[in-house]
């Protein structure tokens, strides 16, 4: 059975950026518009790997994070965050604040985000041959 992810993005162009990388990585994806939404979602089925945006509508990445990271059913969820360049909070402080595993500033490399995505969820694929 493949790794389950779940990417959350208010964005339409990088929620399809980021399921194709996954998916190319071997990961089932469901994609959220927003942190409410991605929430309700973990709470029934419980991800190998969340990718989320931190500026959203909403509830914010940061926000959701801190709510998995309170939920001891859900705290060891690994969590790469998605930020814009110009965000003023720097990796260490989302590290810290939002308990995040990983920090990607957009635009991101699908590739990094791929190895990244693999390296986090312990899964890797094995070749084909």
Same mark, same amino acid.
């Given at each position: 059975? @493949?790794?389950?992810?779940?990417?959350? =993005?208010?964005?339409?162009?990088?929620?399809?950026? #980021?399921?194709? !990388?996954?998916?190319? !990585?071997?990961? =089932?994806?469901?994609?959220?518009?927003?942190?409410?939404?991605?929430?309700?979602?973990?709470?029934? +089925?419980?991800?190998?790997?969340?990718?989320?945006?931190?500026?959203? @509508?909403?509830?914010?990445?940061?926000?959701?994070?801190?709510?998995? +990271?309170? =939920? !001891?059913?859900?705290?060891?969820? @690994?969590?790469?965050?998605?930020?814009?360049?110009?965000?003023? #909070?720097?990796?260490?402080?989302? +590290?810290?604040? !939002?308990? #995040?595993?990983?920090?990607?500033?957009?635009?991101?490399?699908?590739?990094?985000?791929?190895?990244?995505?693999?390296?986090?969820?312990?899964?890797?694929?094995?070749?084909? #041959?």
């Amino acid at each position: 059975m @493949p790794p389950f992810a779940i990417v959350c =993005d208010d964005e339409p162009h990088i929620r399809s950026s #980021v399921r194709f !990388a996954l998916q190319r !990585a071997g990961f =089932d994806v469901e994609v959220y518009e927003d942190g409410d939404l991605a929430l309700q979602a973990i709470t029934h +089925r419980k991800p190998d790997l969340l990718v989320t945006d931190n500026q959203m @509508p909403q509830m914010s990445g940061t926000e959701l994070t801190q709510r998995l +990271r309170a =939920d !001891a059913s859900l705290s060891e969820i @690994p969590i790469i965050m998605l930020t814009a360049k110009t965000f003023e #909070v720097t990796e260490d402080e989302l +590290r810290q604040v !939002a308990g #995040v595993d990983a920090v990607l500033s957009k635009p991101f490399s699908p590739r990094e985000l791929k190895s990244l995505a693999q390296f986090l969820s312990n899964y890797q694929p094995t070749p084909n #041959v």
